[in-house]
């Protein structure tokens, strides 16, 4: 399963995981984190308000926003 991301709407419901990511997860965190970080805007686009990082099912930290501060 390795380190997966769970999307969130601004009403803090939990969406299914995006086809942008890859099925399996990614292997490292940083890999995730790297991801995340050039995805964030199209993820925004799509409705997603925040992401949470978990590694094979364990929380690791999150809701994360994806909205830039102000």
């Known amino acids: 399963m390795g380190w997966t991301w769970q999307y969130q709407t601004a009403q803090g419901g ?3 995981d995006s086809a942008a990511q890859p099925a399996d997860g990614f292997p490292t965190q940083a890999d ?10 199209d993820l925004l686009a799509d409705g997603i308000d925040s ?5 094979d099912g364990r929380l ?3 809701p994360m926003s994806l909205h830039p501060s102000s």
Not at 32 to 41: F, K, S
Not at 51 to 55: A, G, K, M, P, R
Request: no cysteine.
């Open 14 to 16: 939990a969406l299914p």
């Open 32 to 41: 995730a984190e790297t991801w995340v970080g050039e995805v964030w805007r």
């Open 51 to 55: 992401v949470t990082l978990y590694e």
């Open 60 to 62: 690791v930290y999150g």
